[in-house]
């Protein structure tokens, strides 16, 4: 009964600690870091970075004394038979005797130690490991800035379609009212029924409008699910709001940052490919340099017609050898050649490669800055729109219901208030998204 509910107890605590690792309600900034620990992209890329540190000492261990041993055993199920002349064993000249020179049985055990002295491709393979981690590093600053771009977006059309939702709820409730009085209003005889129709027309469109957005909703909080790390069917609760958002990503002083492409992550990437085309062109060359290297093997072997070599009366015999070894290229029928000068042509367009990154970064910059202040210039101007469109659709409301204005313009009106509203809200979420892409392409969230 006790090792019962020790395990129980074992297993709430358990439940409990998994359950608190799982984020039930998160801010953008804490989404952000949720992410960037969690989501499957990032995790690989520090997978990524763990690897190229094994590879470093993989590449280094290749240069350093290495150890092997091998133990071999044979057993001859028929010997080799060798002749000889008989006289060599007292027998009569010109007759041939058969002799057995081995044992039945031999076991041998050697160990050998190498190390290079020369080798021009391993100083080459150092310098590239290095190259490799820094590659791996910089993959890994690419892949968070593209997570946290990722989840301020997934996060941003969370919000979108919340607030989307409440307006379009509040405008049913006002033309349900609106349908209702104009409705009694017609069973009076005080009004046409293509009032009634109007308004009914207006209603449905809207009410179609949120049942779409209730879908796109539900994709939104899958994405960003997904975009966390979590499961794409986890509950979750967002604890800013669009409003909120938007006013805190209005800093034009971002505007006025020093445009720098040598600092971008794009720009370094090209620049570790250019390393790694120089390094590999250094590579053919060095394929034409002697290698040089040492070896010493020793061991012992034993023999007999039985098998008696886990006896102690067993003798053995042993053996030593120390060797230097150097290989000269010579002639490689222009082989070497060929690949040096298809290495040069691949470091060569590692560079032109490298000036167009640099250039396509400065026009990533400049359109992203003014992205981001149209965006914001936007902004202001719908939400101006949206206060005339409300003050026109109050207008045309009251002229409607006084009798002085049509269903027409009221529903046009009214079309315009719903579109107005979208509007600003598509507004808003485009202020917060440009400012990331921009923070983005200057690599400005790493680099603070």
Do not use: H
Request: glycine residues 4%.
């Amino acid at each position: 009964m006790k090792k019962t509910l020790a395990i129980l107890i074992g297993f709430l605590i358990f439940q409990t600690g998994f359950s608190q690792e799982q984020p039930s309600s998160l801010s953008l900034q804490e989404a952000i870091d949720y992410a960037l620990e969690n989501n499957r992209s990032s995790i690989n890329a520090a997978r990524d970075i763990d690897a190229a540190k094994k590879q470093k000492w993989e590449t280094t261990a290749s240069g350093l004394p290495q150890i092997s041993a091998s133990i071999d055993y044979q057993n001859y199920l028929k010997q080799q038979v060798s002749v000889i002349p008989a006289e060599f064993l007292g027998g009569e000249v010109g007759d041939l005797a058969e002799v057995v020179f081995s044992t039945k049985q031999s076991t041998t055990a050697f160990a050998t130690v190498s190390q290079k002295i020369f080798d021009g491709s391993y100083i080459v393979a150092l310098q590239s490991a290095k190259v490799y981690l820094e590659i791996s590093k910089n993959a890994k600053v690419k892949t968070d800035l593209e997570v946290r771009k990722s989840v301020i977006e997934a996060y941003g059309n969370v919000l979108l379609a919340e607030e989307s939702i409440t307006i379009l709820e509040r405008n049913i409730e006002v033309l349900e009212k609106n349908l209702y009085e104009t409705n009694k209003i017609f069973e009076n005889g005080l009004e046409e029924e293509e009032s009634v129709e109007q308004l009914k027309i207006t209603l449905s469109g809207v009410k179609s409008s949120l049942n779409n957005t209730n879908r796109l909703k539900k994709l939104a909080y899958q994405m960003l699910n997904f975009t966390l790390g979590l499961d794409v069917y986890d509950a979750l609760v967002l604890t800013d709001n669009l409003d909120t958002l938007t006013e805190n990503n209005i800093t034009l002083n971002v505007l006025d940052i020093e445009e720098n492409p040598e600092s971008t992550i794009d720009y370094l990437i090209a620049q570790n490919d250019a390393e790694a085309k120089a390094l590999l062109l250094k590579l053919e060359k060095s394929k034409a340099l002697p290698t040089l290297n040492a070896f010493l093997n020793g061991g012992y072997s034993g023999y007999g017609n039985e098998f008696n070599f886990a006896k102690k009366s067993q003798d053995w015999f042993g053996s030593s050898l120390l060797g230097v070894s150097l290989d000269i290229p010579i002639f490689s029928s222009g082989m070497r050649g060929a690949a040096t000068q298809r290495a040069k042509i691949n470091l060569e367009k590692a560079k032109t490669e490298l000036t167009e990154t640099e250039q396509r970064v400065k026009l990533q910059i400049a359109s992203a800055k003014s992205d981001y202040q149209f965006a914001i210039e936007d902004y202001d101007n719908k939400k101006e729109n949206l206060a005339l469109a409300e003050r026109i659709e109050t207008k045309n409301q009251t002229k409607f219901f006084e009798g002085i204005g049509s269903s027409f313009e009221l529903r046009q009106a009214q079309t315009q208030l719903y579109a107005a509203q979208q509007e600003l809200l598509q507004a808003m979420l485009d202020v917060v998204n440009s400012k990331a892409a921009l923070e983005t392409v200057l690599n400005t969230p790493i680099n603070n």
